[in-house]
């Protein structure tokens, strides 16, 4: 199926704006009506792109976030594209997406730098030939040689003998770019302590990724600890550790760290005994030894984890306790699980028909992107997160736990995050890589 050719409204950029605030009907704010017109719809009735449409609001002053107005505001303050990025960890493009057409090249402030010029003229220009001409082969070519011929850009020649260089037409191209680059690589070793994702990172459906036993053998080697940070709570640490074995990798039970022990510290310390418990078989039993009452009659609580043996009236059941009022807590909020033949339901979904059925999502989750999962082993071993890596596949869970904080975080894609997904996403990794073998591929060891 091919994909619909987006092309360049008609009219004034004053006449785009008026019929963009037209559709929108009202302000976008934190607190917009979801029953309004989303962006993506009135990008589709104005006939451009989404990310246009939100530069012609923010234009009209009729689109905030919190996002937007941190950008905007690190402008007026004289930052470039490169250090607002880099602060709020954004790509350039997507530093350009909240600010208003005003400060394009077109209409800059004579106060803005040459460099900065010529950044926002290469990215409308991007914006243009990719989003709206839907040139996605040589759109470089295509770029370049148009903002030369009109004199929207000067380049000068650049000796590039003993330089390092390498020039990218792939997404295998980029990841050997990456690595050959980013300095960040060469921070890794240097870390004390790493905490690594298992489902998609070490294994899918049980079998190994490749690399990835030798990977952790090898950083225990240079005297580095090693914890399998897993959210999947429809197995006990007592499974993940024989799993593990089975894969070739030691892991004792203390040096896995579960969703489910987070929630099960948390509901000993409240004193919250007696619960509902949407689980399977193993993981009730896991609760029970633990000291826990299951009691879906007059529970204190209800918790729900990863149920891999979920039944229809299993959910109704559990729903049904629900809608009486006590607290309601999730393992964690992963939306898949992946697998080789593709990512299946997490309990992100099963959270969701939970809420479309009684309107409550939990109180509280427990798995990651919470840092509550790591802090304590960082205390236990007299270390903070400039000690420390988090290595994952999972963009909102993994990777979003170094966000604001001195941890190095490593996106592997071999698991639910492909390369488009990322590139697309305003969550950024330090270092991106193809799988874990990559992570200490510069050593030399795999």
Known sequence: MSKKKITDPEGSMEELIARAVEVAQAPFTPSRKPELPSLRSIAEQLGTTVIRTRKLLITAGYFTS??????????????????????????????????????????????????????????????????????????????????????????????????????????????????????????????????????????????????AAETINFLREQGKKV?????????????????????????????????????????????????????????RDYFERRGFEIDDQCPEAAVATYDDTLTYQKLIKFIDVIRTGIPYYATHIDLVYPTERGPIPDIGCIIDMITRSTGKRPLLTFGKPSLELIKPILAKNSMGFSDAVIVGDRLYTDIAMGLGNELITVLVLSGETNRDEYEFSQIRADIVVPSIAYLVKDWGQL
Not at 235 to 262: C, N, W, Y
């Open 66 to 211: 919190p996002t937007a107005t941190t950008v905007q505001r690190m402008k007026g303050e004289g930052k470039t594209i490169e250090e607002i990025g880099a602060t709020l960890r954004l790509k350039p493009a997507a530093v350009y997406g909240y600010l208003p057409y005003e400060n394009l090249a077109y209409n800059l402030p004579q106060t803005t730098s040459n460099a900065d010029r010529h950044i926002m003229t290469i990215l409308e220009a991007m914006h243009q030939i990719i989003d709206i001409q839907m040139e996605r082969n040589q759109w470089t070519e295509v770029m370049f040689d148009q903002l030369f011929r009109n004199g929207l850009i000067e380049a000068m020649p650049l000796d590039i003998k003993g330089e390092a260089w390498y020039e990218i037409d792939t997404y295998e191209d980029l990841s050997n770019a990456e690595m050959l680059f980013n300095s960040r690589m060469h921070e890794v070793m240097n870390r004390k302590v790493f905490f690594i994702d298992k489902d998609g990172t070490i294994s899918l459906n049980n079998k190994s990724i490749p690399g």
């Open 227 to 283: 914890y399998i940070l897993s959210n999947n709570s429809s197995r006990t640490a007592f499974e993940h550790s024989r799993s593990l074995k089975s894969l070739g990798i030691e892991a004792a039970v203390d040096e896995i760290i579960l969703s489910t022990d987070a929630c099960m510290h948390y509901l000993i310390s409240n004193k919250l005994n007696r619960i509902a418990l949407l689980a399977n078989d193993a993981v």
